[in-house]
């Protein structure tokens, strides 16, 4: 499954405030540590903030807070915010049309959309930053692995 770059953003900069609750980051720190637009990811915390994911500070060494809860707040709840899952009517998956293949194939994408959705809503943020935990001490240990030693 691929996202639009929104939903990835928001899943970004979600995981980013979710580590540091008690911190207030700025969009330029997370822009500026994922290579990102930061116009782009200005409207995608805008609309974090009306969703009440996300709280703005204001002032100097202002910036954004997580205000979820990052054990009930699942991917789905984020991707939802930027993507719809739902096929439009008319929307065909294939060339044909309406023929019996093209009803076929519409019916195995509407599984695979189905099962990305149960996934996405199966990881919440707070299971999401425990994963990139494991890999920062999975990237430390093979860090030090490969040093050589005196």
Known sequence: MKLQIASR??????????AHPD??????????????????LAKVMHTLGRSNLVRAVRG????????????????LDIVQLFESF????????GLGGN???????????DEIDDIARATLGSITIATMLKLIDAHRVRDRNDTE?????A
């Open 99 to 109: 023929t019996e293949t093209d009803r076929a194939l519409r019916q195995v994408l």
């Open 60 to 75: 100097a060494g202002g910036g954004y807070q997580f205000s979820g809860n990052a054990k009930r707040t699942t991917l």
């Open 86 to 93: 739902v096929q439009e009517e008319g929307e065909q998956s």
């Open 9 to 18: 953003l928001a899943i970004y900069a979600l995981l980013d405030l979710a």
């Open 145 to 149: 692995m490969a040093a050589p030693h």
């Open 23 to 40: 911190r207030q980051v700025s969009v330029a720190e997370i822009s500026e540590k994922y290579g990102i637009s930061t116009h782009h």
